[in-house]
C-alpha cells in the first residue's frame, strides 16, 4: 500500500516549491560590458554569424548553456564549487577517464607517463613536450612546482588538502618553509615527487580538477585579477577564457593550439539565467542547448513524454546521508542510532523528490564508485523495530532532537528534512527543524556542533579514500563533519589503509571499515545516490554526463551540427 505524506509536505508540493537539486555559483568582479547572445537548442543554428556583445567574438557554432548563477572565480585554487570554466580552460597532470561500460581510469594527460618506486613514496613524472599554454609559453617542469607551492600558499586557498601527503606540505602550508621539500625537478620535463608515507590513491587525488598546473609567468603577472579577468586567466586546456560579464554570461573560444587538438566546437557561451523556467523556455526555444534537469526536477517526467531521445542521465558518483553526533544525547546510545536508521523510510524520499530515479545506498561507498560492496547489510526501513530499540535505549516515549537546516541549500533538502521529521514522528522522535544562514551552519558543523543533518557528498575522484577518509580519517575530520566518532581504533585502521600498496588487500580493508561504521556503529544514516539527467539539443553531438555525475560539463568532446 502507497505510504502517504503528511499535509505539511502536500501543502509545500501544491505551492509549486521548486524541486531543484543543488547549485548555484557566487560573485565575481569582471569588468566587461553585457551583450546579447542566440543560442541553438532545438537543431535551429540560431547562433550562426552572431558576435557576443562588444567584444566582436563571432558565436557561429558556439554551444549555448546556462548556469544558476554567476561563478565566484575561475582560479581553481580559490573555489570549491566553481569547475565549469575551471575544467575547460586548465589540464592536470593526469585525468579520469570512463568507458562505454562505466568502468574509470587514470590516464596521462600533462604527464605523458610516470614511475613509482616500489615503496610507493617517489613518484616521477615526465611532462609531454611542446605543451603550450594559453600565452604560448611552454609548460615545464618549474610551472608544476609554482602551481603546487602556491597552492598551499595562497591566499583564499581552498584545495590545499589535495597535496597533503607530499613531503613538507605541512610545513609549507603552515609557513615554516619556503619551498615544497618534496618536489625535485631533475630537468625541465621531469620531476619527482617524495610523499610522507605510502598513499595509493595519490595519482586518483591529483587526477582532480583541483589540481590543474598554472603557467607561473601568466599568473604571477595577473596577481589578484587571476580567475577574475579573463586576458590574465591562462592554462593550457582546450578553451580560453574570452570574456566575462558579470550576473550576465562567460565566454569561451577554442584554443586551436590544444596539445590533444584541437575541439570540433568553436566556442560556448554560458548564460547566467537564476529562474528555472526561464531555463526551461529557453531550452524549448532554441536558446539554449543543454538544460540541466538537476535543477527543475518537477519537469523531469513531461520533459521525458516530450523529448524522449534527448535526454541523457549518468550516475552521480555521490551518496545523500543523515548524521547523528555522537558528542550529544542519545545519539551516543547505539540503541538510538540504529533506532534512527531504521525509521526513515529512504525509498518514499527517493521516490518523492526524485522520481525513484536513484538507488538506495547502505554504506559509505556509492554505486559506480571504486570500492563499492554490493554486499553490504541493507538497511531496512522498520519503524515498528525502531520502536522497540528506543524502548531497550530508555526512551520508550521518544526524545526531542534538532535537525540543523542550510538556509541555502535546495529546495530537495527542506523538503526531505520535512519527510524525515515526520518519518521520526511515527517512532516518538521529535524532530525540530533549526534553520541556520550557510556561513553560520558550515562554522558550526566544522566545530562539531551540529546535532543532525542531511547532505550529499560527491566524489572528487574515483577512490574510496576520498569518502571514508573525509569522514573517518581522524578525530579532526570526524568532529569537522558533527559526526563525532569516537572509535579511534577504527580511525586508525582508516588512515593505514591509505598506505596498503596491494588494491586488492586495501578494498577488503575499506569493506570491512565500511562495514564496521555503518552496519555495526550506525555512524550515520546511507540515504540514496541518484541519475543527473540533461535535456540536450538535437544539434549537439558526442555529450555525456561527468564522470562523478556532478553539473559541470566538459565542452572538449561536443561538436555542433548546423
Known amino acids: 500500500m502507497k505510504r502517504k505524506l503528511s499535509l505539511v509536505l502536500a501543502l509545500m508540493m501544491a505551492a509549486g516549491l521548486g524541486l531543484s537539486g543543488c547549485g548555484g555559483q557566487g560573485g565575481g568582479t569582471p569588468a566587461t560590458e553585457p551583450g546579447a547572445a542566440q543560442g541553438g537548442a532545438s537543431g535551429n543554428a540560431q547562433g550562426a554569424g552572431q558576435s557576443v556583445g562588444d567584444t566582436g567574438i563571432d558565436t557561429t557554432g558556439f554551444l549555448y548553456v546556462a548556469l544558476n548563477a554567476d561563478i565566484q572565480t575561475a582560479d581553481m585554487q580559490k573555489t570549491s564549487k566553481d569547475y565549469q570554466i575551471p575544467i575547460n580552460i586548465y589540464d592536470s597532470l593526469c585525468e579520469i577517464k570512463v568507458a562505454d561500460d562505466g568502468t574509470s581510469s587514470i590516464e596521462?594527460?600533462?604527464?605523458?607517463?610516470?614511475?613509482?618506486?616500489?615503496?610507493?613514496?617517489?613518484?616521477?613524472?615526465?611532462?609531454?613536450?611542446?605543451?603550450?599554454?594559453?600565452?604560448?609559453?611552454?609548460?615545464?617542469?618549474?610551472?608544476?612546482?609554482?602551481?603546487?607551492?602556491?597552492?598551499?600558499?595562497?591566499?583564499?586557498?581552498?584545495?590545499?588538502?589535495?597535496?597533503?601527503?607530499?613531503?613538507?606540505?605541512?610545513?609549507?602550508?603552515?609557513?615554516?618553509?619556503?619551498?615544497?621539500?618534496?618536489?625535485?625537478?631533475?630537468?625541465?620535463?621531469?620531476?619527482?615527487?617524495?610523499?610522507?608515507?605510502?598513499?595509493?590513491?595519490?595519482?586518483?587525488?591529483?587526477?582532480?580538477?583541483?589540481?590543474?598546473?598554472?603557467?607561473e609567468k601568466a599568473t604571477e603577472e595577473a596577481g589578484d585579477q587571476f580567475g577574475l579577468d579573463p586576458a590574465l586567466t591562462i592554462g593550457t586546456g582546450p578553451f580560453k577564457f574570452a570574456s566575462w560579464t558579470y550576473n550576465d554570461q562567460l565566454v569561451l573560444v577554442r584554443n586551436d593550439d590544444y596539445f590533444q587538438g584541437a575541439s570540433a566546437l568553436p566556442g560556448v557561451v554560458i548564460k547566467i539565467v537564476p529562474d528555472t523556467e526561464t531555463q526551461t523556455m529557453m531550452f524549448e526555444s532554441g536558446q539554449l542547448d543543454l538544460l540541466d534537469m538537476d535543477y527543475m526536477t518537477e519537469q523531469i517526467d513531461r520533459f521525458q513524454e516530450a523529448y524522449p531521445d534527448q535526454m541523457v542521465s549518468g550516475p552521480r558518483l555521490g551518496t545523500t546521508y543523515f548524521t547523528m553526533n555522537q558528542k550529544i544525547e542519545p545519539f551516543d546510545n547505539l540503541q538510538v542510532r540504529k533506532a534512527v536508521q531504521m525509521a526513515i523510510d529512504r525509498q518514499v524520499i527517493l521516490d518523492t523528490l526524485y522520481g525513484g530515479r536513484g538507488q538506495l545506498e547502505n554504506g559509505i561507498f556509492p554505486h559506480g564508485l571504486i570500492g563499492f560492496n554490493p554486499d553490504m547489510p541493507e538497511i531496512k526501513y522498520d519503524p515498528e523495530g525502531a520502536k522497540a530499540l528506543l524502548a531497550e535505549a530508555g526512551y520508550p516515549d521518544g526524545f526531542t532532537m534538532e535537525i540543523a537546516a542550510d538556509m541555502s541549500a535546495s529546495d530537495t533538502m527542506t523538503m526531505a528534512l520535512e519527510i524525515i521529521k515526520e518519518q521520526l514522528a511515527q517512532v516518538g522522535i521529535n524532530a525540530e527543524i533549526k534553520n541556520y544562514d550557510e556561513s553560520t551552519w558550515l562554522e558550526t558543523r566544522k566545530s562539531g556542533e551540529l546535532g543532525s543533518f542531511i547532505s550529499t557528498w560527491t566524489a572528487d575522484y574515483n577512490d574510496p579514500d576520498n569518502f571514508i577518509y573525509t569522514f573517518f580519517g581522524n578525530a579532526e575530520k570526524t568532529t569537522a563533519r558533527s559526526l563525532n566518532y569516537p572509535d579511534t581504533a577504527v580511525m586508525e585502521r582508516v588512515a593505514a589503509a591509505r598506505t596498503i600498496l596491494d588494491n586488492d588487500e586495501r578494498m577488503k580493508e575499506y569493506n570491512a571499515l565500511e562495514e564496521k561504521i555503518i552496519s555495526e556503529d550506525a555512524a550515520w544514516v546511507p540515504m540514496f545516490s541518484r541519475l543527473h539527467l540533461f535535456a540536450v539539443s538535437k544539434r549537439v553531438q558526442n555529450f555525456k554526463v561527468a564522470w562523478n555525475g556532478l553539473s559541470d560539463n566538459d565542452f572538449y568532446p561536443l561538436s555542433i551540427s548546423e
Open 108 to 215: 596521462p594527460c600533462l604527464a605523458e607517463k610516470w614511475d613509482i618506486s616500489d615503496d610507493g613514496m617517489e613518484y616521477t613524472f615526465y611532462l609531454r613536450k611542446g605543451v603550450k599554454f594559453h600565452n604560448g609559453e611552454e609548460l615545464k617542469a618549474s610551472d608544476v612546482k609554482y602551481t603546487f607551492e602556491r597552492m598551499l600558499t595562497v591566499q583564499g586557498g581552498t584545495n590545499s588538502e589535495f597535496l597533503d601527503q607530499i613531503k613538507g606540505s605541512t610545513e609549507l602550508f603552515d609557513g615554516t618553509a619556503t619551498e615544497l621539500e618534496g618536489f625535485e625537478i631533475l630537468d625541465d620535463y621531469t620531476f619527482k615527487l617524495t610523499l610522507k608515507e605510502p598513499y595509493s590513491g595519490f595519482l586518483a587525488c591529483i587526477s582532480t580538477p583541483a589540481v590543474c598546473i598554472y603557467n
